[in-house]
Every structure is written in C-alpha cells, then in structure tokens.
C-alpha cells in the first residue's frame, strides 16, 4: 500500500494524511485541512512543517493565509535517493564497527538427522547416489545386502552406471565372501579394528548406521566430522 511505502519514508500518520489529502484537493490552509481530515489543528501545523522539511510540499500567501498544495511526485524520487544514501552510510558505519570488534573465531555449522527403519535407510542410500560423490564406507558385517537382499543389487548397478567410485575396509574375515564390482575397491584389516556401526562417507556427509532389527542411522553434515573420520579411515586404507 502507498501509505505503507511513505511510513518505510519517514512519513508519520498525520503527514501522510495531510499529504494525500493535499494531493487529491489541490491547495488549502491549516484551518479547512483540520476540518477535512479530522486531525487537531496544531498537529495540522506540525505536520505541515515536516512535510515542508521533507520537500514535499510548499505554500503560498493568499488574503493572509498560508496556503499548502502537494508538489509533484516526482518530488518523492530525490526523497528516496536520500533515504538510500542515509541507509547506505548507516551501513558501512555498521559494518566498520563491528569490524572493529573482537569477534569470535566461526564454528562450523553442524546438521544432524536421524533416519530409522529400512524406509529410512533407503532413503539415505538414494541420497547418496544423487551426490554422486565418492564413497568410504567402513562396516563390519554384509548387513546391508542382508537385509535389503535386491535392492542392495539395484543399488550398486545405480552406482556404476552413475561412475561413482567406492572404497570399502571390511574385517579379513569377509575376504573370500566379497563380489567383485565395478568402480568399487577392498581393503581388509585385522578384526580386532571393527566396530558394531557402519560409516559411510560421501562429500560433506558422515552417516552412522546402527544395524539393530529396526537399524538407525545418524546423517551428519559437518566437514570437520568428515574430515576426521575420513583421517582415520586413509590411515587404516594405506597400511
């Protein structure tokens, strides 16, 4: 709305009325204003007075009178300049004190989410093939073709067609149990090294899965929580 456009201006209440008024009845003086818009006449003078400040208006003498009439619009162009260089200075003003300032080193933003259920795992697992970024995964049991079965096939087909290179470290107790497939390499380590949860690692994303009756998995997106555990799995990777 026009009056909400000339509040964001600076304009009060009463000087939008006053000057809207002004624009719709041509000239006239405080006393018939008062009367026409309903405002005391010593709040009418006031106002007139800002709005002869802000340029908007002007008078003239007439029998005695002052009579008031809204200039051009156009007026409100050389307004808006003014508001924006008032913003632009406030700005750099701003921005150069709290420059100034001690401010505290940035803490990289963490965003965890659980997914619970094969529903939800799929749902990761999709995700992680629309990345198409390079996965690490770190598990210690064939869980996932276990319990997925044909989508766990369906999947890997996904992955080579989409040229998504994977490196997986399993316990050596899985050497001979493991297919070959394409883009996708083994590593094996000592039993001692595993863990009961899978880890996956793909971009910025950590993914945690607890394979329990109902599985749980913990998707973290956090580049130093990659960045250590994918630390961790290269150590185990190059030995």
């Not at 632009?88 to 150069?96: A, E, G, S």
């Not at 149990?177 to 994303?205: A, M, Q």
Request: charged letters at 30%; hydrophobic letters at 40%.
């Amino acid at each position: 709305m026009l009056e909400e456009n000339l509040i964001k201006l600076g304009f009060s209440p009463s000087e939008i009325r006053i000057y809207l008024h002004l624009i719709k009845t041509g000239s006239s003086y405080p006393k018939k204003i008062s009367a026409e818009t309903g405002i005391n006449r010593t709040n009418v003078y006031e106002a007139l007075d800002r709005l002869i400040s802000k340029g908007v208006i002007s008078f003239i003498i007439k029998n005695k009178l002052r009579w008031f009439e809204a200039k051009n619009p156009d007026c409100l162009i050389s307004l808006i300049g003014e508001k924006e260089e008032e913003i632009k200075k406030t700005k750099d003003i701003i921005l150069n004190d709290i420059k100034k300032l001690d401010i505290a080193p940035s803490i990289p933003s963490l965003e965890a989410n659980i997914f619970v259920g094969k529903k939800g795992l799929r749902m990761i697992f999709e995700e992680i093939l629309e990345t198409r970024k390079q996965i690490d995964l770190f598990a210690s049991e064939l869980q996932f073709k276990k319990i997925f079965g044909p989508y766990f096939e369906l999947w890997h087909k996904k992955r080579i067609a989409l040229g998504i290179k994977q490196r997986s470290i399993f316990p050596e107790q899985f050497e001979s149990k493991l297919e070959k497939r394409d883009l996708l390499t083994y590593k094996f380590v000592d039993n001692k090294y595993t863990n009961p949860t899978t880890t996956i690692l793909y971009g910025d994303t950590c993914v945690l899965i607890q394979w329990s009756k109902e599985p749980i998995a913990i998707k973290i997106n956090n580049k130093e929580i990659v960045k250590s555990h994918l630390n961790y799995f290269n150590m185990l990777w190059n030995n």
